[in-house]
Nanobody
Framework: QVQLVESGGGLVQAGGSLRLSCAAS????????MGWFRQAPGKEREFVAA????????NYEDSVKGRFTISRDNAKNTVYLQMNSLKPEDTAFYYC???????????????????WGQGTQVTVSS
């Protein structure tokens, strides 16, 4: 079992920055890949970013490339999502997720992830 708890969401003006954190417990953190997803009201949950177990590989959704950075600290059992140049369209509930399967690259599919946090709200005002 893996427990995930997100933090760091909030209200920010367009162009601003936020850093989300996701603290993991319950299983060796370095044994699973991590991902961030988001869901806006009335929309499907969508992939944002993912990082492999050793942080050697990352994946990003096209609209966040160059603005968001995913990272992890295996010593602290935490994954981060640094979000810069935020836009109103980034407004959503953000979730972190853990994928315990081995993959050559971190998955962009929500169905690949086995454990999910409760999420944190990010609101970007124009």
């Amino acid at each position: 079992q893996v427990q995930l708890v997100e933090s760091g969401g909030g209200l920010v003006q367009a162009g601003g920055s936020l850093r989300l954190s996701c603290a993991a417990s319950g299983r060796s953190f370095s044994s699973y890949a991590m991902g961030w997803f988001r869901q806006a009201p009335g929309k499907e949950r969508e992939f944002v970013a993912a990082i492999s177990r050793s942080a050697g590989n990352t994946n990003y959704e096209d609209s966040v490339k160059g603005r968001f950075t995913i990272s992890r600290d295996n010593a602290k059992n935490t994954v981060y999502l640094q979000m810069n140049s935020l836009k109103p369209e980034d407004t959503a509930f953000y979730y972190c997720a853990a994928d315990i399967s081995w993959r050559s690259v971190p998955s962009i599919r929500a169905g690949s992830y086995d454990y999910w946090g409760q999420g944190t709200q990010v609101t970007v005002s124009s």
